[in-house]
């Protein structure tokens, strides 16, 4: 367990995150939410939370901030459902929300994570493993 605090706006473009869950924090949440991670084992300082503008600019759902590979990226990405699950993330950020991304290496540490989120009010939340991504909550 540890006290210290996830990595706000901190992270760079990422085409596409693995091994991660990532879910939806309403605005006010993420003190408590974090708290409980910590409590719950999750190492906070490899955790990562997206906020507002800056946040939006980083998940980029265009690819058009981080230059032309990461828009090719992103628009082939949108062929696909993960597609939808960005747009709603970049959705969240522009209405207030958070974007919270932790490393989670197991289904069953993803399932433990996904609980600790719904019960802190998380939504949308995703597990992105090496090769499909599943749908934990909505």
Known sequence: ?????????????????????????????????????????????????LQGAIGAHILDFDGVEHGFWAHVIRTLQKLGTASNDRENFACALRNGDSVIIIPAHSHVTA????????EHGG??????GKHAAEQLSY
């Open 111 to 118: 399932n433990i994570y996904a609980r600790i989120l719904e």
């Open 1 to 49: 367990m540890t006290a210290d605090k996830p990595r706000v706006n901190q992270s760079d473009f990422v085409a596409t995150y693995k091994d991660s869950v990532l879910a939806i924090i309403p605005d006010g949440r993420l003190v408590e939410l974090t708290a409980a991670l910590a409590k719950g084992g999750v190492d906070l300082t490899r955790v990562d939370v």
């Open 123 to 128: 939504r949308r939340i995703i597990h992105l």
